[in-house]
């Protein structure tokens, strides 16, 4: 089991919590001016790396908000927890 | 809003009634169901002061912006849910008047007040075990370290969903608990203090 640090509660365990996919995928901002297959990646493909990911997760027990968690998917060492909205850190940048 | 003369208890198929003694001198924890309590739900941008006072003002109190805690005056207190969310509760002869007051005296802000005092119902645990009967269905660390009289949580107990509030340091705490869960964790409760010298005592109010 996670210990997961909400950043608004502070540390629960991982069943408080529901997980929402990765984090960081940005609804085009003219859907209609996309083809098919730029459509079908924007819904359907996603990040898998054997590595950090940023993820979506919901504090589904507690506050009920969502948050970004940033999780090393071998060791599932939590590296980073942060707000909504807040940019993403580590080595990828942006 | 609910008639207050309709009130029922959720536990009304576990025929506690003849149960119900005054709680003996070597009970160690110590069960009741709360059910005259209204339970108010606020949701509000805490950085608009102006509204906070207008709580303030209406409450008597200010409500908590630290995670977890509590604020409240004799039988009314506010319950940190979120950021942006708080549970107001009081004595069930106050709903109605309490939640048009809160009404009026926001009215001109941007926020949602909702009457929730149906949806949960409020089960007392106390006593020098009480803690340990929690524990056996609680990941959160209550020790008094980390949790301590004037603490809330949102958390599970025995795989339900509840709001946990520790009232005194005895300890003693309100636990909230959806209406549909409150037989079965009730259940779970007497079983998980039966190894304590348990009694269940008559609501207080």
Known sequence: MLLIDCPYCGPREEIEFSYGGEAHIERPKQPDKLSDAEWADYLFMRNNPKGPLAERWCHSYGCRRWFNVERHTVTHEIQRVYKMGEPRGGEEGT | ??????????????????????????????????????????RADPSNRKLMRVFEKVLGFALPLESNTTNGKAVRSALWLGPDEWLITAPSSQEQALFKALSEAAEAHHLAITDVSDARTVFLLS???????????????????????????????????????????????????SWSFAAYLWIWLEDAAAEFNVTIVADDG
Do not use: W
């Not at chain 2, 025929?15 to 160690?28: E, F, I, N, Q, V």
């Open chain 2, 1 to 42: 809003m609910s008639d207050p003369s309709l009130r029922q208890t959720p536990l009304a198929t576990l025929h506690l009634g003849d149960r119900k003694t005054s709680p003996a001198h070597d009970a160690t924890v110590r069960l009741a169901e709360k059910i005259f309590i209204a339970k108010i739900n606020l």
């Open chain 2, 127 to 177: 006593g020098p075990n009480a803690r340990d009967v929690l524990e056996k269905g609680c990941g959160l660390d209550l020790h008094p370290r980390a949790f301590q009289t004037g603490c809330c949580a949102q958390t599970r107990l025995a795989r339900t969903g509840v709001l946990l509030h520790q009232t005194s340091d005895e300890p003693a705490y309100d636990i909230h608990v």
